[in-house]
Structures are given as C-alpha cells and as structure tokens.
C-alpha cells in the first residue's frame, strides 16, 4: 500500500521559516518524482514544488520562488520543503504528491501569522 505522511508546519511569524517533511512508503520512492502542493480554505489546490526521482531537478511556483526549496533523501524515503520568509498568504495545508499519480498525504498545516 502506497502511504505518504507529511509532518512539520505549525503556527509561525511572518518573515519566519520552517520545514516540512513527507515519508514515503509502499513504493520505490527513489525511482519517482515528488511535489509539494497546498490548498488554502475556499481555494483550489496548488502546484509549490517539484523534483525529479535523484532531486537534482527542481522546479518552484512563482510565489515561492527564491523562498521555498524542495530535496528529498532518497536513502530514507523522505522528501522536504524548505520554507523561508513566509508570508500569511503562504497559510494553507500542504501535501506531499508522487508525480503523475492521485497519491497524496493527509495534509500538514501552515499558518503563517502574528
């Protein structure tokens, strides 16, 4: 069975960083490419980052360009999300996504706020 399980995020400051973490389990994580999305409330979900299977390639949503980045650890199934001087717009539940599938995580939440 195919599992991803996001962890970290919270509650932080504007200008603040933090980092997420995403397991993954039930497959070959090494062999595919991983994403990051998130939704925030009454918003449809959005793409916020991507690697390719060896974490070499990556690539960013405008918004978080030059503020998030994304790796991953091939030798411990774990992908990552970087997240620095966030914004409250950046305030939104994220996923952790195995490319070119419907596998998602539940969810780890984000609030950005003073």
């Known amino acids: 069975e195919v599992k991803l399980v996001e962890s970290g995020g919270g509650l932080v400051q504007p200008g603040g960083s933090t980092t997420l973490s995403c397991t993954g389990s039930g497959y070959i994580f090494s062999n595919e490419p991983m994403r990051w999305f998130r939704q925030a409330p009454g918003k449809e979900r959005e793409f916020v980052a991507g690697?390719?299977?060896?974490?070499?390639?990556?690539d960013y949503a405008t918004s978080v360009q030059g503020r998030f980045t994304i790796s991953r650890d091939n030798a411990n199934n774990m992908l990552y999300l970087q997240m620095n001087d966030l914004k409250p717009e950046d305030t939104a539940t994220y996923y952790c996504?195995?490319?070119?599938?419907?596998?998602y995580g539940q969810g780890t939440q984000v609030t950005v706020s003073s």
């Open positions: 690697t390719n299977w060896s974490g070499d390639e990556t």
């Open positions: 996504n195995i490319r070119y599938t419907n596998y």
